[in-house]
């Protein structure tokens, strides 16, 4: 099933390895690429070269990227459920998306980098026990959001993710606006066609998810493929301290190939 919804690109500015003033540069240089979402992430220590090397927290430069960014999307690719009260966190996605004149993505999932919770002092507890707690905290984020003052500009799409096939991919059903997942076309075929049951078995219109993968390789090789499953957002992601965005500028073009 090829979507007709139309290409969207993703960039997700690891906030790693590099000074603020970096960080700040980038986005402001791939916004004006013409890239669609800008993602950072939701840890609090780099996950990739020196483990105590240079990082910064998520919520908190979010809400800076609202006031130094005017045109893309922002979210976090994703915020650890774990961290913050859901009713605290709805609160704080409805300032960011206020500052930024209604671009907030609520990016979110139930977290699994357990160096981050030793050193936080949060409960890593089970893979299965994170997600039962995603599950109850996203109820309450969307009642908490009906009854902000003021309200979103906009009704805040959530992205889930992650492919758990039992618990992850039946929330994304329930809940989700946009579904993160897995570049490769067999894996995200498996996925996709679960998620499809998923929604049947919830009463949810399958089209109304809007499909999303890590980019990952020549994007006129791999993104017809994914195209052909419904795929339409693909994210690149790069860290500091000297953010490479040469394949970020591949899957730009490719997009504008395809929404011709």
Known sequence: ??????????????????????????????EDLGVDLLFNWDHFFPLYGDP?????????????WAESTSRVEIGALVTCNSYRNPELLADMARTVDNISDGRLILGIGSGWFEKDYDEYGYEFGTAGGRLDDLAEALPRIESRLGKL???????????IGGGGEKKTLKLVAKHADIWHGFADPAVAERKIGILRQHCADVGRNFSEIELSVGAQGEPEEVGPKLRALGVSTFTV????????????????????SQNA
């Open 1 to 30: 099933m090829t979507t007709s919804r139309p290409v969207r690109i993703g960039f997700q500015l690891q906030p790693q390895h590099a000074d603020y003033k970096k960080i700040r540069a980038a986005a402001s240089e791939v």
């Open 52 to 64: 105590d090397g240079l990082h910064y927290e998520c919520w908190t430069m979010l809400g800076a």
């Open 237 to 256: 992601g790069a860290g500091g301290p000297d953010y490479d965005l040469t394949e970020l500028r591949k899957w730009i073009a490719w997009r504008d």
């Open 149 to 159: 003052n003021p309200q979103p500009v906009r009704k805040i799409p959530v992205l």
